[in-house]
């Protein structure tokens, strides 16, 4: 069937899109899938870009339930009882990891009864050497075959664990050793369609125009305009949790150590961070000479976020956060900064020049992100330590 380009529904595509999630105890063990409509859905797949437009993707469906039990032993061995025992540790406590780990292990103890695995495997061996030219020419295909299982009312998990034990798998399923197996695809109708959006990071966030770790928090206009709410970002995984990175991103002068331009800071009217607490920070360019502004804490949540604003709360000069985001073995510890809306040290600059905007906005983000980053190796460092 064509459709007419003009007819695409941009929000049915989006909605497909948003809400393909790993579905794992949401699989209808009891219902089995049509082999043809595995087949209509690796027709679809068949049409994402492949490297150099050559068709060297192949499919392997199992449904035959002695391989399918082999192939649960085989992931249980190669993962499964891993699993299960950080499941079992991580119940009850709250842990950020321990719904996924409760998902992915009624997976381990029901693989063997899902109706169908498909494992999309590819002609080639990679070489290790970093060069694109295998995965870049399945990935895309693996991941079309699982929006066309939810369009469909089907579901499945991106499961690669198995491969640990790769040379076994080849066994069971007569691959030969020139193919690369991708990933494993338990398939089922799901109970139910109401999936919904992950919590994700707002591309503003995490997108970077023309420099790693440049922000906007509007537009960016052409060419960039002070309004956009230009900043920077950097991020540094930490083998700590939270609550042991939290009373250093709450130190307002331990920086003071570690950037060429920060000096140390004062609260006050109190001793201790909070909600409204104001400090004066200390500076020093050697273009600009020393300086000293007014802070004020615009956000704390405690082992979450802590940041502050400069000059006035209303209309800041720039605002700076510290980030501590739960992760699998640690914490992912952000800082950033956004400049303006208010006045600041680029004042005089951006007025005296302001077809040069684009270009001294730019340079006062690469002046201040190689600090930042040597503030959060320290902070990481020392929580670790």
Request: glycine share 8%; aromatic share 8%.
């Amino acid at each position: 069937m064509t459709i007419p380009s003009n007819a695409l529904d941009p929000a049915a595509v989006d909605y497909v899109l948003t809400t393909t999630r790993s579905v794992r105890k949401r699989l209808d063990l009891s219902r089995p899938v049509d082999p043809n409509t595995i087949l209509e859905c690796i027709d679809v797949a068949e049409q994402a870009p492949s490297g150099g437009n050559q068709a060297s993707r192949r499919w392997i469906v199992i449904d035959d339930a002695r391989r399918k039990r082999q192939l649960a032993d085989l992931y249980r061995a190669a993962a499964g009882d891993f699993i299960l025992g950080a499941r079992d540790q991580l119940a009850g406590t709250g842990h950020p990891q321990a719904k996924v780990l409760e998902s992915a292990a009624y997976l381990v103890d029901h693989l063997a009864e899902v109706p169908a695995i498909v494992i999309p495997t590819i002609l080639g061996r990679h070489d290790d050497s970093g060069r694109p030219g295998l995965f870049d020419s399945v990935i895309q295909a693996a991941w079309s075959f699982c929006l066309a299982l939810r369009a469909r009312g089907l579901g499945t998990a991106w499961v690669t664990a198995v491969f640990a034990r790769e040379q076994e798998l080849k066994e069971i399923l007569g691959i030969p050793d020139h193919l690369t197996e991708i990933v494993m695809l338990p398939v089922a109708h799901t109970i139910g369609m109401d999936f919904n959006r992950a919590p994700r990071r707002p591309a503003r966030a995490i997108t970077y125009f023309n420099t790693y770790g440049h922000t906007f928090e509007h537009g960016p206009t052409q060419p960039a305009a002070f309004t956009d709410g230009a900043g920077g970002e950097v991020e540094i995984d930490v083998d700590a949790p939270p609550e042991k990175l939290w009373p250093l991103v709450t130190d307002i002068s331990f920086g003071a150590d570690f950037s060429s331009e920060f000096r140390g800071a004062e609260w006050v009217d109190t001793d201790e961070p909070g909600l409204g607490a104001r400090f004066i920070g200390k500076n020093a360019h050697e273009a600009i000479g020393e300086w000293e502004v007014e802070c004020f804490v615009d956000v704390y949540e405690p082992n979450r976020v802590f940041g502050w604003c400069t000059s006035d709360p209303d209309n800041p000069g720039a605002r700076w956060r510290f980030e501590l985001e739960p992760i699998a073995g640690g914490t992912r510890l952000r800082h950033t900064v956004t400049i303006g809306p208010g006045p600041s040290g680029l004042t005089p600059a951006l007025t005296s020049m302001p077809e040069k905007t684009p270009r001294i906005l730019h340079r006062r983000i690469a002046e201040i992100r190689p600090n930042m980053q040597r503030i959060i190796e320290a902070m990481k460092a020392r929580a670790e330590a």
